[in-house]
């Protein structure tokens, strides 16, 4: 039996097997670039590729500069307004403007009505009742039908400063609101006021304090920041007064937690125009002699008595 002849030299051994999950790590090492990149790198140092032409660069820039043009229109015409919608705004503009034109001389007539009733009255009982002309003085003070000068404080709020990234909810609550106004107001009057006015707009018992979206309305009228409140009467009283207020306190509260700037200063002469002609309101005087009415004096009457009283 023969047996193979032994080699005296071992025979090479097999490199182990790379593991699979060091494949990527081998391919980034030994081929960093992408096959396709390499042939073409090859071929530029071969000279094998050729450079393109001057026609194939203008066709380049042709096509890009057409591009630009139809996307430049495109996006102009989508921006611009479209003429009926120039036109109809317009229109509108127009009729504000012509509305609001009527408005003021309606109210300038109003007041001029007003003055001269209030001329004619004082003239006509300055001799017969001084003492009732004093007193629908007085009455014209308390429902701001006439003008009033006299001594007083006045209190400013401004919008606080316009931070950069703030959200819409900070941005709103930066800005003076109806609430704010109406919170002065009321420390006003409680403060002992005798006539208030903002921004030139008299108060009256029955104004009101608004806001309809962004703007603040006082009596439906517009009114436009920085918001001027002033109030006639005894400045050092209402100095103290409206101090200890929970108005005051308020105004400290919105300040340090939103920035609304607010200041309050005696004025030792200010005059506030009147309100025009008030709403009237009848009444009739009960009976005396009439059981289980528990009905007050001031109630309304009926469309007929209305009718008779005039």
């Excluded at 660069?57 to 890009?64: E, F, H, I, M, S």
């Excluded at 009255?121 to 009742?129: F, H, K, P, R, V």
Aim: proline share 6%; glycine share 8%; hydrophobic share 40%.
């Amino acid at each position: 039996m023969t047996h193979a002849p032994r080699n005296d030299a071992p025979a090479p051994r097999r490199p182990p097997r790379v593991d699979a999950s060091m494949t990527l790590l081998t391919e980034v090492m030994d081929r960093p670039l992408d096959p396709g990149y390499a042939e073409a790198a090859a071929r530029r140092a071969s000279g094998q590729e050729q450079s393109k032409g001057p026609r194939a660069w203008l066709l380049v820039v042709t096509l890009g500069v057409l591009l630009g043009f139809v996307t430049t229109t495109a996006t102009v015409d989508l921006r611009a307004p479209q003429g009926s919608a120039i036109a109809a705004r317009q229109v509108l503009e127009n009729e504000i403007t012509d509305r609001r034109e009527a408005v003021d001389d309606l109210a300038a007539r109003a007041t001029a009505l007003s003055e001269e009733t209030e001329a004619l009255q004082t003239q006509a009982l300055s001799d017969i009742d001084p003492a009732l002309l004093e007193s629908l003085k007085v009455d014209g003070v308390t429902n701001g039908s006439i003008a009033v000068k006299g001594p007083g404080i006045v209190v400013t709020l401004k919008d606080a400063p316009a931070g950069l990234g703030a959200s819409d909810e900070d941005a709103f609550q930066k800005k003076v609101q109806d609430m704010d106004l109406q919170h002065v107001v009321n420390g006003l009057w409680a403060s002992g006021a005798e006539a208030i006015a903002i921004n030139g707009q008299r108060l009256t018992p029955l104004s009101a304090v608004r806001s309809a979206g962004e703007a603040i309305l006082v009596d439906l009228q517009p009114l436009i920041g920085p918001y001027r409140v002033e109030a006639i009467g005894d400045p050092d009283t209402l100095e103290t007064a409206f101090a200890r207020s929970a108005a005051q306190d308020y105004l400290m509260t919105i300040s340090q937690a939103w920035g609304i700037q607010q200041s309050r200063v005696a004025q030792s002469k200010l005059s506030l125009p009147g309100n025009g002609v008030q709403r009237l309101y009848y009444a009739h005087a009960v009976d005396s002699t009439a059981t289980g009415g528990d009905e007050p004096a001031g109630t309304d009457s009926s469309p007929a008595e209305q009718e008779s009283t005039e």
